[in-house]
């Protein structure tokens, strides 16, 4: 819903993120969730777009890329500790 851009449906609203103003394109990990993260960029006119990684990675900010867990501090255990 949040590529919509209609009042209520953006993800400025709905998320309460807003891209910050630089230039270029850069993906911003949620602070809810380890999947998570918005895409900022000229495509999306600077409005955030919420996208997710697949089951089993999280969210890298360092490598901008979906990750396993345990390379990303804070989300070592998203999907509980290892069996």
């Known amino acids: 819903p949040d590529a919509a851009n209609r009042v209520g449906c953006t993800a400025e609203e709905l998320y309460g993120f807003n891209c910050p103003n630089t230039v270029g ?30 089951q089993g990675s999280v969210f890298n900010p360092a490598s901008q890329a979906c990750d396993d867990p345990e390379n990303v501090p804070g989300c070592e255990n998203y999907y509980g500790p290892e069996q």
């Open 25 to 54: 394109q850069a993906r911003h990990a949620a602070d809810s969730d380890c999947r998570a993260f918005f895409t900022c960029g000229i495509y999306t006119n600077y409005h955030p777009r919420l996208s997710g990684c697949p």
